[in-house]
């Protein structure tokens, strides 16, 4: 079983608006696409061109109606590791290979010690670990560890995949153990909140909830009850300027 | 995964090139990272004015476009039957002679035997001037199938429309409603735009049968019935007009609301506008009650109220026929409600919104500007709020209308490129409608004349008819058929060629139009006529069929002769001005492709072909004076051809320093001086010239010196459209050129003035199938070029039906039954999956997921072809015998299609379904594991 460093003062991860998210999945194939072919990768495809087309995915996008009929709604639920706080995945692990930083929060599995034992997979809660059966080893989400602090890119570069991509700037990147930090102050403005937190395992990554603006309170005036030829004779008067 | 070790620094790529993705329309720009050699990954370019960085779900795949097994290896020759997908290999030199020796017999002959058929958009300013020159007609791309409704009715109205013509002021909009976006059109523009919206705090309605993708995230969902939009947007009007809030003064200001419309009943000139004897529209001024010159800055027009000509006879303003038309009882919200699923309450309430917003929210951009006359305003005042709509709309039989209903609307709030409203992007708006009109004059050995294959009739005069009325195109676009079929009819091309309606051609060439599946209706019969032999003499009824793809799709199978293409990765582009540019609301724009990866197969840009064949057959503007080709390659013509004088290609860096914008010499520094700018070229406009384009000296003046305008004069708003009337008018009798007798009651309904709404044709005909069944694109494929991507399959490998939960189990089907879903053309076979978000006259699905068994090189078993569907199989090409079809543009009535669902097993199939493909030539094997 594998320990957890003490807590860290500095928490990075995700806020997840879903409030924007279109379910386009830019942010699935372009972490795909990151991670692939970096330091993570490769994130195996089985029988891609075949009946069973199947990979390894950090992200996935998931679609969802809530409520009944018109009154209900769809969400887009883009959906990967939450590096929480009490990490199950990381405890579970018989060999040391699932750890969380104790710098920054971000739980990673080094690929070197994994046997592919699944326990933790089966120990997290919303399924954010998968399997890569080509290579034998647990794979997951590193929230970018291998550009957010890369000095060899521009400093807007680092960020995570997902986020640089997001078109509708759904997805924000930063350190949620700082109160004050722009992801936190979002996340106490819009009221985000936490996957499944009875469970207990206090995840970093924080959504925010889908509003709706109800109808504009201040309105025209009512419709005037006016018949065709009344209609006509207001307008026939008025003088216009071009 | 990463060793406790791993160096967090290390660096991420070699190199990095630019250029311009290739997915969709967007044309997004692209940062490609290689590392060791190989591709790394591509990211969206942060300076890019389309997307600012980002990219899409497809954009982001765009690595395993380039790695797909499908991409086609080498020229091939069919050797089996047509259809069978049997062919060798040939080079090119042969491949080139054979297509040759086909075009220059037709060439020498009767060039309008060539139909040169794009199926895709963005090489118009190519592919239709190399039509042009080659001396045919019939040339046209997608857009007849997709969403000419939108840009027909836009160019007509306001010179202009959505996507390419304009866009919503996402910055300053407090108020945007969008209809029958298919989430599509556009990509990456909208969702940057909702996002704005999203942090404005603006509201954001959206009218839709089906609540996924942008209305999912809208704050009020309109689950409107299908082919309706219409007679909301005509409720919405009267509502408005009742509750007298209206912008007069945009009104007589920006359009011909105020011009006078002959009253005369039975005349030649009935519902013409009354024209002074310089042939300038007369209004009626309240300040004197004469008739003067409407378009004079200085008279003050009545709006209503009736006035004489010279001549006695009554005439009365545009608008005031409009109003009556609205405010007539077919549109009061009572009566509209219940017709489009959409309750009264909140019709009217929408209407209250958007009055609220335009008239008591205005907002100022404060910087002063000079209109038309000369006159000097202090600022620029908007009314935001702003619409956008696509082919949800367009693709019905009453889509033009739609449309046209919707600009008025947007006419009667003043929210026409003001603050806050729908904004242009130059080179729009252009003259309502432009003054390009169709060219068919053809004759052996010359280009064609009277102007390029696609242009704009205001007139029968100006219709592509022979003497006998006969059309001179294939698809018979600008006959009576289809007089404003601006963008042409891709769809009805191969059942006239088969049917030799109005004649036989000789040679398809196909261009990236997968015409043998997702592009044509009714497919099964579309195979069998691209296979028919005549009886006759044994020959192909469609003598010759040239096709080129990047990659084996369906219609692979149904060539003579394939020319395959390169990636957008691997070759020059071109997205010109002359095109459909990339520009935004505040600045225009234009942008290249470059190759960033040197081919690894023996195929070739289709560009770079298109001109080699055309100096092969010595066509002019591609061949020299000494017969030697004018031209390289692409990348050549896209630096030195000119359109005309000074006018080429690309806009940025022109003239022989490269200090030029617009108009300019050839600079043969020029694509180095694009890829310095990241493959774009954008000029922003001046703050003075960005709103009030159409009436904007300053705009308009500049417009002229770039090329994009003949005349500074202002672009008027056509409320009232002339143009139709002069095709009612033919209708009636009138005129030289008149519609058959047949025809006659048809083009006199469709060619109103003013816009209307009628249900589709498929509410009368089609008893007994109840639903109305549409397709969107999901947003992970839309528009995609090329369909097959490792990666989007596993996200999306078929297609399911979906349906409204509550009408589902009314007809007690339940969650993961297998339906027939039938038609009167026939019946595909479907899961089903019941959804809340669903209007309940309403079946939908993904469009295109479904494939023809081996096709993109996938396995036969693969889900896209086992299990996937395509609704295509179930659109009738005709109607009561007439083109299932808008009778204004000719725009494929997609949208209309009606259905009925019958339970059937999970393992049925139709007889007519289409058998695997074998596998083709040169394709590597597929492999069983990426890693």
């Known amino acids: 079983m594998t320990s957890l460093p003490p807590p860290s003062k500095v928490q990075l991860g995700l806020v997840i608006d879903l409030d924007r998210c279109v379910g386009c999945h830019a942010c699935a194939t372009a972490c795909k696409e990151w991670n692939d072919g970096g330091a993570s990768g490769p994130l195996s495809d089985t029988d891609p061109y075949g009946a069973k087309p199947s990979g390894v995915w950090f992200n996935r996008v998931h679609s969802y109606e809530v409520g009944d009929g018109a009154d209900g709604c769809t969400v887009h639920f883009p959906k990967s590791c939450l590096h929480c706080a009490e990490p199950a995945c990381v405890t579970v692990c018989p060999t040391g290979a699932s750890y969380k930083r104790a710098e920054d929060g971000i739980v990673l599995v080094d690929e070197d010690l994994c046997i592919g034992c699944k326990l933790c997979s089966w120990a997290c809660p919303y399924g954010a670990r998968e399997f890569d059966a080509v290579e034998g080893v647990m794979r997951k989400c590193t929230l970018c560890v291998d550009r957010i602090y890369n000095d060899s890119m521009v400093p807007a570069d680092r960020v995570p995949a997902c986020v640089q991509v997001c078109p509708t700037s759904a997805r924000l990147f930063g350190d949620l153990g700082d109160p004050d930090s722009h992801v936190s102050r979002t996340v106490k403005e819009r009221e985000g909140f936490d996957l499944m937190p009875e469970l207990g395992y206090r995840p970093v990554n924080k959504y925010l909830p889908p509003k709706r603006q109800m109808k504009l309170a201040s309105l025209a005036t009512e419709t005037a009850a006016i018949d065709q030829a009344g209609f006509f004779l207001r307008w026939v008067d008025r003088l216009l300027t071009r | ?931």
């Not at chain 2, 359009?255 to 209004?283: K, M, S, Y």
């Open chain 2, 1 to 931: 995964m990463p060793p406790r070790d791993l160096n967090l620094s290390a660096p991420v790529s070699d190199s990095v090139k630019q250029t311009t993705c290739y997915m969709c329309a967007c044309r997004c720009g692209i940062d490609v990272h290689f590392k060791d050699g190989k591709l790394r990954y591509i990211a969206g370019n942060a300076d890019h004015p389309v997307n600012k960085g980002v990219l899409c779900g497809k954009g982001a795949s765009g690595i395993m476009k380039q790695m797909s097994p499908a991409k086609l290896h080498k020229p091939l020759l069919r050797t089996g039957e047509r259809g069978s997908n049997q062919f060798r290999e040939i080079e090119w030199d042969e491949a080139l002679e054979i297509a040759t020796g086909w075009l220059a017999n037709i060439r020498r002959t009767d060039p309008k035997r060539l139909a040169f058929f794009s199926g895709r958009d963005q090489s118009q300013a190519l592919t239709g001037w190399w039509a042009e020159q080659f001396g045919t007609p019939n040339y046209a791309a997608h857009g007849g199938f997709c969403s000419v409704n939108m840009a027909a009715a836009g160019m007509y109205s306001i010179g202009g429309s959505f996507w390419e013509f304009g866009e919503a002021d996402f910055d300053r909009t407090k108020l945007f409603v969008m209809f029958g976006v298919a989430e599509d059109h556009a990509s990456n523009p909208i969702k940057l735009g909702i996002a704005k919206l999203k942090k404005n705090g603006a509201r954001f309605v959206s009218v839709n049968p089906v609540r996924t993708g942008y209305s999912a995230v809208a704050d009020q969902w309109l689950g409107i019935r299908p082919g309706t939009d219409g007679l909301l947007i005509g409720a919405l009007i009267r509502e408005l007009l009742l509750a007298d809030r209206i912008d007069a003064e945009y009104l007589v200001r920006y359009t011909n609301a105020h011009w006078l419309v002959i009253q005369d009943p039975g005349a030649a000139d009935d519902g013409l506008f009354a024209r002074d004897a310089e042939g300038r529209p007369l209004c009626l001024d309240g300040a004197n009650g004469r008739l003067a010159d409407a378009l004079l800055p200085d008279v003050a027009p009545r709006l209503a109220g009736e006035a004489a000509l010279p001549d006695g006879r009554r005439v009365v303003p545009a608008f005031q026929l409009m109003a009556a038309r609205y405010l007539g009882e077919e549109y009061d919200t009572d009566a509209v409600a219940p017709r489009c699923d959409i309750d009264a309450a909140t019709i009217r309430g929408l209407a209250r919104e958007l009055a609220s917003v335009a008239f008591e929210q205005t907002i100022t951009v404060e910087t002063p500007w000079v209109d038309w006359t000369g006159r000097r305003h202090e600022r620029f005042t908007g009314r935001p709020v702003s619409f956008h709509a696509m082919r949800g709309i367009a693709a019905h039989d009453n889509g033009f209308h739609t449309c046209r209903a919707l600009h008025l609307l947007q006419m009667l709030l003043g929210a026409i490129d003001c603050p806050g409203g729908f904004r242009f992007k130059p080179p729009y708006p252009k003259p309502a409608p432009p003054a390009v009109k169709p060219g068919g004059d053809t004759a052996p050995n010359r280009a064609l004349k009277g102007g390029p294959p696609l242009g704009y009739p205001t007139g029968p005069a100006d219709l592509l008819l022979d003497g006998d009325g006969t059309p001179v195109r294939i698809d018979k676009a600008f006959s009576w058929d289809a007089p404003l079929a601006a963008h042409g009819q891709l769809h009805m091309l191969i059942a006239n060629a088969w049917a030799g309606d109005p004649y036989p051609v000789d040679t398809l060439f196909l261009y990236m139009a997968n015409m043998g599946w997702n592009s044509s209706m009714d497919v099964p019969a579309t195979a069998k006529m691209l296979t028919d032999r005549d009886p006759a003499t044994g020959d192909y009824r469609i003598p010759h069929i040239i096709y080129s793809d990047a990659f084996f799709s369906e219609t692979v199978a149904y060539a003579d002769l394939v020319l395959p293409d390169t990636t957008y990765l691997e070759r020059h582009d071109c997205i010109s001005l002359l095109d459909r540019p990339i520009s935004d609301a505040d600045g225009v724009a234009d942008s290249i492709r470059q190759p960033v990866i040197d081919l690894d197969r023996d195929v070739r840009p289709f560009q770079s072909v298109l001109l080699d064949l055309g100096a092969r057959l010595g066509l002019p503007g591609m061949t020299a004076a000494n017969g030697t080709p004018l031209y390289a390659d692409f990348a050549d013509y896209m630096v030195r051809h000119e359109r005309r004088p000074g006018i080429g290609m690309l806009a940025g860096w022109r003239g022989l320093r490269g200090d030029r914008e617009g108009r300019g010499a050839p600079n043969p520094a020029q694509l180095d001086a694009y890829i310095a700018n990241g493959c774009f070229w954008r000029h922003e406009l001046a703050p003075e010239q960005q709103y009030f384009k159409h009436a904007n000296k300053a705009y308009l003046d500049w417009a002229v010196r770039m090329g994009f305008l003949d005349r500074a004069d202002p672009i008027v708003f056509q409320l009232y459209s002339e143009p139709l009337q002069k095709f009612r008018l033919a209708a009636e009798g009138h005129g030289d050129v008149v519609p058959p007798q047949d025809a006659r009651d048809r083009v006199a309904a469709a060619f109103d003035p003013l816009p209307f709404w009628a249900p589709p044709g498929s509410e009368n005909g089609d008893e007994g199938f109840p639903l109305h069944a549409i397709t969107q694109r999901p947003m992970i494929m839309y528009h995609s070029w090329d369909s097959q991507n490792a990666w989007q399959r596993q996200i999306l490998a078929r297609n399911f039906l979906y349906m409204s939960r509550i009408a589902g189990e009314m007809q007690g089907l339940a969650d993961g039954d297998w339906v027939w879903i039938e038609s009167t053309t026939g019946r595909v076979r479907a899961q089903l999956r019941l959804m809340e978000g669903c209007n309940t006259h309403t079946v939908w699905t993904w469009n295109a997921v479904g494939k023809r068994a081996g096709a993109w090189n996938l396995a036969p078993d693969a889900p896209e072809a086992t299990n996937g569907f395509l609704l295509n199989h179930l659109i009738p090409t005709h109607r009561d015998g007439a083109p299932n079809a808008d009778p204004v543009t000719g725009q494929a009535a997609w949208y209309d299609l009606r259905v009925r669902l019958v339970k059937c097993r999970a393992n049925e199939v139709t007889d007519d379904r289409l058998p695997a493909l074998p596998a083709l030539p040169g394709l590597p094997r597929r492999a069983k594991v990426r890693a």
